[in-house]
Each structure stands twice: as C-alpha cells, then as structure tokens.
C-alpha cells in the first residue's frame, strides 16, 4: 500500500477547517434558513476568496462526468460541504435539493439555468446566468430549487464549493430524466476519502495556535 | 493523479458512522467525565466488536514508528476518533494526554504500563498488562494520565481504536525523553486524509435508509 498523504507542514487548509467551524457554530444556533443562507453566503465569500486551500486531489476532474467530493459532513447531517469539479463540456442533470443550499464559484466558470415546477414536469424560468469566481447563488424550495449548472468553458475545469443544509449525497431528491419525466435522483459521492481538517500541529509545536 | 478511492457499495463503515453519531450525542449533552468515559466505553466496546469495518488504508504499518491515523474528529474539537497502528516492536514514549481517553484493541494485543508523576518525573505504578481484542482501558488527569502502550506482538501489527475529549493530534501534552525529563509533546497525525463515513447513498436508493 502506499504510503500516507503526509500532512501539510504549514496548516494550507485551515480556511476550510475555519468555514466548518463558523458553520457548525451556525447550525447550533439557528435552523432559521433566511440566517443560514445570508450568514452562510458571507462564510462561504471568505473561503472561495482564497484558491489556496483546496488539495489537488479534491479539484481533480473526470473524463466521463462532474465530481463530487464530499470535504466536511456535519456529524448531526445538519450541513456538509463539497467540491464540485467539473470537467470541459460537464454538466448536471436539471435537479432539485430538497434542502437550502449556496453555490460558490472558486475557479473557471459556471453556467446556471433556473427551472420551476409546472403540471408535473419542470419549465426554464428563463434566467441564465454565467458565474465566475467569487460569485454565489441560493437554492432552496423556498428561494427556487430546480436548477441545471455546466461547465461554461470548453477547455479547462471549474470548480464550485457547496455547502447544503443536509448530508447532500445521502438526500432522495428528484431530477429529469431524458424524457423530461421527474425521476428520484440520490447523487452519493465520488470518494471514500476525505481531507484531514484537524491537524494542527505544526502551528501548535510553534506556539501560534 | 489516480483515481479517486470509490465508496464501498455495501457501507461498511456504518459501524464508525454509528459510533461518531453517538460520540456527539453524548457530547451534546454532558462534558461530566465519568459520564463521557462510562458510556464512551460502552459505544466504544461495540465498535470494537465488529472488526471489518476498519478501510485496510488506516490499519497500515509503518516500518519505523507506530501510525496514528485520525479518522474522525468532532468539529468543535470535543473529541476525536484515532486508529493507532504498531509494527512488531513498536511503541509510544512514556507520555501524558492531559484529557480523557478511551483505548480499545481491535486486532493483535498490546501491552501497557502505568506511570506516576513523582518528584518533577514520572515512576512506574507496578501495573503492566496485556490486553487483547475487546479489552477497553481509560486514561485522564483524574484516573491516571501516563502511560506507555507498545505491540506485545513481535511478528504481527496490532491496532487499537482510541477517542479522546480533544483533538488529540492539536493537544500541547508531554512526554519523557531518553534522559528521562518531561518534555513538551505535540503528536500530530499520519495521514491528511480521513475516511468518508457519510456516503449512504447505496442504502437510501436501496429504501433501506
Ligand atoms: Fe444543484
Ligand atoms: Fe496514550
Ligand atoms: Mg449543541
């Protein structure tokens, strides 16, 4: 077997360990989503500003389609955070949630089609927009649920930071199929590993932490 | 860069997922010590019992020294959960945790020694033991904080499952060095990856979850 993934000697993830730590400290004290996604929104700006900290492996496209990399679930299931990677011309299903969630471009760019339910089916809301990094969007059946995101470049990967109200690749939420029929949709994730957020070592044997 | 590990199809890790779930309960509810170390030991002992869930990735010796593999940690830093792995003839330092914590062999068998604080060092209790798979042993400030646990085996890894009340790995402890003074001791973790304990996705499409 190979040898371990050594820790970072200088703690580069520690903005991700700092986005799951003010989110935790979210959930415990509200489950209000109106707070959640505007409290949410301004933890999620401070850590798609930065495009230091995410481990190459957790950017890493596919040939075949979009990754998802789970980084943090909420071991109550209240919240979890993922890293979608999307590989040149990748696209999701058009889908729903079920739960609130936030949408933060970190690298490349992204298209995003909104859909709203109608006589059993869903039709485009006729809002398309392109994201580019930085920039963050609200899902929610509340605030509008249905969406489609794609890569908007045809040449390199984009990458997008979620975090969702639930543990998202365990949720049974809905999307079309081919033939514009809702079908059930459980998306699971594309890893068994995670990053470790937790080793903090170094900045403690220095005495900064 | 390889592909990513893919999740087991059968959710093996359910046991470590159960356990964590408990872990935080408990914790939500109580920091009394007795309480935490009485029923941490009951969650932990049903952990232990089950001995497949472990991914082999964090039951892997090293050759020099004993691995510590965190595999989860609370994210508000209450507790955390570490496979410790030994080689043939590996063993900690004479060392201290300044929290509590719970140790419980899985496979093989370890042996371990009890030290007192006396006189600015530390003197052994008298109290050297072997234990083996399903044996659970406590330590803290309150009922005995040094010790030194090394493999009793000298042909075969041995692995145990210990959580304690902190992250472990973070916490500013200490130990005896070669000439027998204490010393700051900070441990660190093998690995900066953890196991994904969260994809449940094979079940919920399953309906069975
Ligand atoms: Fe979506
Ligand atoms: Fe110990
Ligand atoms: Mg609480």
Not at 142 to 162: C, F, M, Q, Y
Request: contains cysteine; aromatic residues 8%.
């Amino acid at each position: 077997m190979p040898p371990p993934v050594p820790p970072s000697p200088t703690d580069r993830i520690a903005p991700l360990r700092e986005f799951v730590t003010g989110m935790t400290r979210l959930v415990d004290r509200t489950a209000d989503e109106p707070t959640l996604l505007a409290r949410g929104r301004e933890l999620l700006a401070a850590l798609i500003a930065d495009d230091a900290w995410l481990p190459g492996e957790f950017a890493e496209p596919a040939v075949d389609t979009y990754r998802q990399y789970l980084l943090h679930c909420d071991p109550l299931e209240r919240f979890c955070v993922v890293s979608f990677v999307w590989g040149p011309g990748h696209r999701t299903p058009i889908h729903d949630h079920t739960v609130w969630g936030l949408v933060g471009v970190l690298r490349g760019a992204e298209r995003c089609t909104e859909y709203a339910p109608n006589e059993g089916s869903v039709v485009a809301r006729g809002l398309e927009h392109t994201m580019k990094p930085g920039m963050i969007e609200a899902v929610s059946p509340t605030v509008g649920d249905w969406h489609l995101v794609a890569n908007a470049l045809e040449d390199r990967p984009s990458v997008s930071i979620h975090v969702y109200g639930a543990n998202i690749g365990a949720v049974r939420r809905h999307r079309l199929d081919d033939a514009g029929r809702i079908v059930d949709f459980v998306s699971g994730y594309s890893s068994a590993r995670l990053p470790n957020l937790w080793d903090r070592s170094a900045e403690v044997r220095a005495g900064k932490a």
